[in-house]
Every structure is written in structure tokens, then in C-alpha cells.
T-cell receptor, first 116, second 117 residues
Framework: DGGITQSPKYLFRKEGQNVTLSCEQN?????MYWYRQDPGQGLRLIYY???????QKGDIAEGYSVSREKKESFPLTVTSAQKNPTAFYLC???????????????FGPGTRLTVL | GNSVTQMEGPVTLSEEAFLTINCTYT??????LFWYVQYPGEGLQLLLK?????DKGSNKGFEATYRKETTSFHLEKGSVQVSDSAVYFC????????????????FGAGTRLAVHP
């Protein structure tokens, strides 16, 4: 079955450490996205990528970094510069303009990050 | 800028009750509108969508109609079940980004629904 996988489901980090969240999709989607979800709030966009080796900052990119070396993979690194990293992180993907349902994003199951 | 406003939760209903979750939006142009559902501890699942005025999206007994005159996309279900308990997010696609291939979704804060037997 096609879909998006995120790992790990739960992640604990000590203050001052960098940590990388995995996101893989086998939907053959070109665009991928990272969102952050805090309790009682909607999702906020961290980074997005249209093609391999290209990515753009979203609304809250400070303290985060990404890479897009493969079409299927879009890992997110939460750096020690992120002041309040404890949150639920969601990865999503979509096709690009010109395809069927280009404006629909499909989400992974999420990773809950807790900073100790 | 573009924004989405949802009714605050939690919404608590008895099984088989009628559900309405209000959603209004502010946007330039003609964005697509979405409802996503999030079950506890999981990611978001697309519930339904509408791409133009007067379109009705429907899925699993849920419906929502794109009302441009009132800038609304209210979610309704005639008879809720315990299994519908979840958080529901209204969202719109920001067309300012769309032309470049990206699709930025603007989300509401979410409305928690709790259905009791």
C-alpha cells in the first residue's frame, strides 16, 4: 500500500542535542512538507520541498533544518537552537500542479518529540 | 492574509445526535477547502474537500458545502457514532503558493468532538 511513514513514533531528547525525524513516502509525490502541531493549535508549516535538492522555509523554520536528497525522503532535524521543540511533528506530501488533486496533502502518522 | 476560524471545542454529543462544526475563512481568490480528521495519537486524514463555490464534499456520512457568499464550510453529520470522536480541522489551500507547485494549507485550530454512548 502507498503511504507516508514517519519514525520514530515517540522521541525523547535532552536539551542541547540535535535530533532527526524521518519521513518516507512511496506515493511518487514530488512535494513534501513538515508541520508542527501544538496542543489546541492548528498546524504550522516548518519547511516544504518541491523537488530533490530544493526546499523552502515555511512560517516557523527557525531552529530546524531539512534535506531532500531523494524524492522519497524528507528528514527534519530539530536543532539545539529550537527554543521550544516539544511538539507533535507531521510530514505530508502532494503532487504538483497539473496532476489530479494537486491541492490535496496526505499526512503521515506523526512523531511526538519530547525534550527532557 | 488568508485565515481559517473554527468553532471552539470540545463538542460533546450523544450517539446518533446531529453534528455541526462551524468553519469560516478569509481568502483572496477561490481556494479549495478541506476537512481533515485526526484520531488520538495519529496523523491527519483527509475527510472531504470542495474546490469551488456551491460544491458539496461528502464522505463517511459527513458533508460540507462551499459557501462563498458567507465564506463558510461547515461540517455536518446527521447521526454521529462513538467512533467519530476525534479532532476535526478545517483548512484552505493558499493559491498564492499553488502556482509555483507548492501547496500551502492554512489550518484552523481544530475542534475536538467527543461522542458518548
Amino acid at each position: 500500500d502507498g503511504g507516508i511513514t514517519q519514525s520514530p513514533k515517540y522521541l525523547f531528547r535532552k536539551e542541547g542535542q540535535n535530533v532527526t525525524l524521518s519521513c518516507e513516502q512511496n506515493l511518487n509525490h514530488d512535494a513534501m512538507y513538515w508541520y508542527r502541531q501544538d496542543p489546541g493549535q492548528g498546524l504550522r508549516l516548518i519547511y516544504y520541498s518541491q523537488i530533490v535538492n530544493d526546499f523552502q522555509k515555511g512560517d516557523i523554520a527557525e531552529g530546524y533544518s531539512v534535506s531532500r536528497e531523494k524524492k522519497e525522503s524528507f528528514p527534519l532535524t530539530v536543532t539545539s537552537a529550537q527554543k521550544n521543540p516539544t511538539a507533535f511533528y507531521l510530514c505530508a506530501s502532494s503532487i504538483l500542479a497539473g496532476g489530479i488533486n494537486p491541492d490535496t496533502q496526505y499526512f503521515g502518522p506523526g512523531t511526538r518529540l519530547t525534550v527532557l | 492574509g488568508n485565515s481559517v476560524t473554527q468553532m471552539e471545542g470540545p463538542v460533546t454529543l450523544s450517539e446518533e445526535a446531529f453534528l455541526t462544526i462551524n468553519c469560516t475563512y478569509t481568502a483572496t481568490g477561490y481556494p479549495s477547502l478541506f476537512w481533515y480528521v485526526q484520531y488520538p495519537g495519529e496523523g491527519l486524514q483527509l475527510l472531504l474537500k470542495a474546490t469551488k463555490a456551491d460544491d458539496k464534499g461528502s464522505n463517511k456520512g459527513f458533508e460540507a458545502t462551499y459557501r462563498k457568499e458567507t465564506t463558510s464550510f461547515h461540517l455536518e453529520k446527521g447521526s454521529v457514532q462513538v467512533s467519530d470522536s476525534a479532532v476535526y480541522f478545517c483548512a484552505l489551500s493558499d493559491l498564492r503558493f499553488f502556482s509555483g507547485g507548492y501547496n500551502k494549507l492554512i489550518f484552523g485550530a481544530g475542534t475536538r468532538l467527543a461522542v458518548h454512548p
